[in-house]
T-cell receptor
Framework: DAGVIQSPRHEVTEMGQEVTLRCKPI?????LFWYRQTMMRGLELLIY????????DSGMPEDRFSAKMPNASFSTLKIQPSEPRDSAVYFC?????????????FGAGTRLSVL | EDKVVQSPLSLVVHEGDTVTLNCSYE??????LLWYKQEKKAPTFLFML????IEKKSGRLSSILDKKELFSILNITATQTGDSAIYLC????????????FGTGTSLTVIP
C-alpha cells in the first residue's frame, strides 16, 4: 500500500487567498484525521471522520476552516481566507476503527506558509 | 478532561547513552497507548501497548505500560545520532468514537 498521500507537499500563498489541502487515506481505512502542527502548540487535532462522516470538528479554529470527505478515498481541508497565523504543517492520518489494532498512519504533511 | 503528558520536554545526550522517555495519561475509556517517532517529516509508528507489564521491543527501543499508575516509558539503549527526533505518545480512547489524544512530545538530540 502507498500509505496516506497528501498534496501538495508545500504551499506558499498570500494572505486572503484560498488554500485547499488534499488527502488520500490508506485503502480500507474507515477513519481520517486532520492535524495541524506548530512549534508553539504541537500536534493539534482539527477534525476527524468515521465512514466519511465528520464526528468531531471542535478543533477547527474558526469558520475559515472547512473539511470534507466526499468518499472513502479522498478528503480536503480548505482555508478561506488564509491568514499568516495559519502557517503550519498540516497532517492527514487514517486508521481502521473497529479492530483491536487501531493505529493511525500519517501522511508526509503539507507545509503551508501564508505571507 | 482527558490529557496526555510527556516528560521531559527535551533531552540532549551523547551517543551510547541510555534514555528513558515518560508518558502519563488521564483519560476515560482507555483502549491503547501508542508511541511514534517524528523526524523532519511525519510521525511514524513505533509501538502499541494495551496490557500492563508486557514489554514491547524493537532493536534498541523498548516500551512498557503500567495501567494502574497510568503511564508508559520508552527506553532507548546505546543511542545513535539517528535516534534524534521528537517522540510522541498517544492514547486511544475509541469506545465512543475514534479519538486519540497526543502528548506534546519529547525532543531527543543525540550528540556524536
Amino acid at each position: 500500500d502507498a500509505g496516506v498521500i497528501q498534496s501538495p507537499r508545500h504551499e506558499v500563498t498570500e494572505m486572503g487567498q484560498e488554500v485547499t489541502l488534499r488527502c488520500k487515506p490508506i485503502s480500507g481505512h474507515n477513519s481520517l484525521f486532520w492535524y495541524r502542527q506548530t512549534m508553539m502548540r504541537g500536534l493539534e487535532l482539527l477534525i476527524y471522520f468515521n465512514n466519511n462522516v465528520p464526528i468531531d470538528d471542535s478543533g477547527m479554529p474558526e469558520d475559515r476552516f472547512s473539511a470534507k470527505m466526499p468518499n472513502a478515498s479522498f478528503s480536503t481541508l480548505k482555508i478561506q481566507p488564509s491568514e499568516p497565523r495559519d502557517s503550519a504543517v498540516y497532517f492527514c492520518a487514517s486508521s481502521f476503527w473497529g479492530e483491536a489494532k487501531n493505529i493511525q498512519y500519517f501522511g508526509a504533511g503539507t507545509r503551508l506558509s501564508v505571507l | 478532561e482527558d490529557k496526555v503528558v510527556q516528560s521531559p520536554l527535551s533531552l540532549v545526550v551523547h551517543e551510547g547513552d541510555t534514555v528513558t522517555l515518560n508518558c502519563s495519561y488521564e483519560v476515560t475509556n482507555f483502549r491503547s497507548l501508542l508511541w511514534y517517532k517524528q523526524e523532519k517529516k511525519a510521525p511514524t509508528f513505533l509501538f502499541m501497548l494495551t496490557s500492563s507489564g508486557i514489554e514491547k521491543k524493537s532493536g534498541r527501543l523498548s516500551s512498557i505500560l503500567d495501567k494502574k499508575e497510568l503511564f508508559s516509558i520508552l527506553n532507548i539503549t546505546a543511542t545513535q545520532t539517528g535516534d534524534s527526533a521528537i517522540y510522541l505518545c498517544a492514547v486511544d480512547v475509541s469506545n465512543t468514537g475514534n479519538q486519540f489524544y497526543f502528548g506534546t512530545g519529547t525532543s531527543l538530540t543525540v550528540i556524536p
